[in-house]
C-alpha cells in the first residue's frame, strides 16, 4: 500500500475549541443588557439632572421644562386655601337709659345765680335750708357710698332729702381732721352710732332757740335729742360751751 493511502485512512484528531471563541462569545450580549438596565435605572433616578442638562445643548425653542418631583406635582395640583378675611365688629349701639331704672349716682345741685330763684322742693322749701317737723324717716347709709342722700358724714352731720344737717345741740369728734389717733378713733365710733340711731325709726327735726346756723337742727325721738345720747355715751360734746379737746 502507498503512503497516500494510509495517510487517507489515519482519522484526523478535533481540535479543541477556545474559551475565547465558545464561553466568552456568549456573555457579551447579557454584559450588554445589564450595562442598559444599569443605565436606565440611573438616568430615571436622576431624571431632573439629565432633562436639565440635555436642555442646555439644545436651541431655546426646544427646551422643555424640567422634570419635577412628585412631590412637587402633587403640592402643585393641590388647589390654595383661600384666605380667609377676618370678620367685621360690628359696633355695639349705646343702650338706651330706661326710665323706669333709677339712677343712684350723687347729683350736684345745679349752679344758681345771684338774680335767680333758688329752687324749691316739693315742701316749697329751698334746696339748701333743712325740712321741719316730725316723722321723717330714711335707711341711712355713710355718705361715698350712697352719694349725698340719707347718708352720714360723722358724728355730727348728715344728709337727709339732699339736704345737708348739722346737729345743732353737739359737737363730735373729727375724722378726716382728726389731731391724734384718739380723736380719730372716737370720731369713726360718733358716726356709726348716729347712723344707728337715724335708721333706729321716725324722728323730729327742730330748730334750737337762739341758734344763728340755718342748716342746723336738733334731731329728737320721742323728746329726747339723739345728740344728748351721744354726749351721754362719750362720743360729743355739747355744742354750747367751752370747746374741750379730744387728745
Partial sequence: ???SATAKRRPRKRRKPTPAKTGGA??????AALVVVAGGIAMYENRADVAALVAQHLPSGDRKEPVRSRVTERSAERPAKPATAPSPVKPTPPRAKDPAVADKSPVPPA???????????PD????DTPPLGRGYTAKFYFCGTSGLDNCVVDGDTFWHQKTRIELADIVAPETERAKCQQERDLGFAAKVRLRDLLNAGAFELTVLKGQGDASQRVVTRGGRSLGAMLVSEGLAHPRLGKPRPWC
Avoid: E, N, Y
Fill in 26 to 31: 456568549g456573555l457579551w450580549p447579557w454584559l
Fill in 1 to 3: 500500500m502507498s503512503s
Fill in 111 to 121: 349752679a344758681i345765680g345771684p338774680d335767680q330763684p333758688r329752687p324749691p322742693v
Fill in 124 to 127: 316749697g322749701r329751698p334746696v
